[in-house]
Structures are given as C-alpha cells and as structure tokens.
C-alpha cells in the first residue's frame, strides 16, 4: 500500500482549481488477464498476444476500462474521497491513447465545480480527470460527479 | 462461456435504432473483491462487510466501474464489436442504483448514431447503454462511442 498523500476531505475542504497529483502505478500484463477475467471482456486485441501483435498496435493493450478502473484506484490511495464520498453519480470518460503492459499511470485530479445544493448534509464535486502515462501523455481524460459528505453532516470531519 | 448472440457486425451491418439485449450475467462477492485489487479502489463500502453494513446502503456494494466493466463483457459476450472494433473512443455513464452481490445483470445497447466520415475505412458508432437488474430496473445507463471497421476494409467481413 502506497502512502495516502492528503488527509480525508469532505465538501467544504474542497475549493474550485484545487489539484492532486497521485503516485504512479504499474500496469501489468497480469493485471489486464485478471481484468478480463472479471469483467469477462475477452476481446483478443486484449486477450491474445500473437493476434495483437499483428494489429497496428503492435501488442496487447489494455482495457479502457481498465486504465478507468487503475484511475479510480489512484483517487482512493490519495484519499481525497476516503470516509466522505457518498456515490459516484457519473462519469464522462475520453480514452486518449493506448495503455500496454508495463506503462506506469498517475493521475491528476481537479476540482472543477462545487454544488452544495443537492442536500444540507452533501454536496455535489465535479472533478476534472487525467491519466498520464510515463511519457507525460494524456492516455485518460474526462470529468467525474460525486456526492461528498459536507462537514456539518453526522459522521463529517 | 455464454451462447454468443449474434455474429459480428461491422459499421456498415448497423443501423440507427437496432437493439441488443445480451444474456444475464450474476456479480458475485468475488467479483467485488477481484476488482478491488485490480482497480486498486479498496474503499470500505466495497471491501469491508462489518463498515457497510452499518451505513444507509445496509451492506457491500459494487464498485460503479465494476457495473460498467461488467457491462463491457456483457457487450463482448454479445458479439457485436467482435472483430470489427478498432477503438473505444469515449463513455459516458451514470450510476443509477446499486449493485449487490449476488444481482443479477442484463446489458441492452442500442444503435443511437451512426457517423462514417472519419475514414474510409471506419466509421463511429454510438450506443446507448442500460444495464438493469433482476428487477428490471436500470442500474447503469449512458452512452459509448466506438470506432468500428467498415465492411470494404481489409479484416471486414
């Protein structure tokens, strides 16, 4: 377990164009057979490494899903959200460029908007989303919605 | 592995307003636990029984990218991007209501636009996606567009 960068924030710790840069990550190969296992996407250009070597692309890659998956990994570890998110509403996701086995990630998280009307106890974050390969290339990018415990709320820091 | 639908389409097989329903598929305790170590997301409402079952939610539930990574085998199960997909380019999705484990989900998709412009060979296509439960009551839904191969492609069928 990596160590978790920023202390729990509920809503009101949060203020439009705050940033957080997560830890890189590794994506094995053996990370993108156990995703397709569980998600039960077998698609060969995923799955079988002597069909994707003759593709364009030259070799397996991973998932999209799997570079989302890997993204919200990195948002729990730097514990933005630990303790105070109440749900993901929604996600939109643009997948950039391919991910292969082996390619570190690190995501880069901002605080785009901030709605506390939804409820006295919660407020809407809306955070912009990027995923950086090794290179410094945007591989993910997109915006998430979650609803996140105001700090009056019971249970609230 | 599940009877495959239909056989594989390319761009040019699509049409505005076609469906596909896909077989129903259980996300088990498992399953939960599988994609908390790929994704790396170990959040408690998803890892820790004794902490959700304490909260509004009266149990685990599934991460919301494990709904949506279902939904993506569900597709491949499907056949419909089977050897025609050369991209997914962007999602978007909303997480309606929980999953639990030991529910039961059904992915429907529907032809919602059809671009050929991009290239010759290869045109984008966007789904609308649903996935409901065993109850027949929707659980994620939103929209994927994919680039597909056109039939006068080399590879097209």
């Given at each position: 377990m990596r160590h978790v960068s920023y202390p729990p924030h509920t809503f009101d710790d949060l203020c439009t164009g705050a940033r957080f840069e997560s830890q890189a990550r590794v994506v094995s190969r053996e990370d993108i057979a156990t995703f397709a296992r569980v998600s039960g996407d077998l698609t060969a250009l995923h799955t079988d490494e002597t069909y994707a070597a003759r593709t364009p692309l030259g070799g397996l890659v991973a998932h999209g899903v799997l570079i989302l998956a890997v993204?919200?990994?990195?948002?729990?570890?730097?514990?933005?959200?630990?303790?105070?998110?109440?749900?993901?509403?929604?996600?939109?996701?643009?997948?950039?460029?391919?991910?292969?086995?082996?390619?570190?990630?690190?995501?880069?998280?901002?605080?785009?908007?901030?709605?506390?009307?939804?409820?006295?106890?919660?407020?809407?974050?809306?955070?912009?989303?990027?995923?950086?390969?090794?290179?410094?290339?945007?591989?993910?990018?997109?915006?998430?919605?979650?609803?996140?415990?105001?700090?009056?709320?019971?249970?609230?820091?």
């Open positions: 993204a919200t990994g990195l948002a729990y570890e730097l514990g933005v959200f630990e303790g105070t998110v109440l749900a993901v509403q929604s996600m939109e996701v643009r997948y950039e460029r391919p991910v292969r086995p082996g390619d570190s990630l690190q995501l880069c998280l901002d605080v785009q908007a901030l709605d506390a009307r939804p409820r006295a106890d919660r407020g809407r974050a809306t955070f912009g989303v990027q995923v950086r390969n090794q290179d410094g290339r945007i591989v993910l990018s997109g915006a998430w919605q979650l609803l996140l415990r105001r700090a009056s709320a019971p249970g609230g820091s």
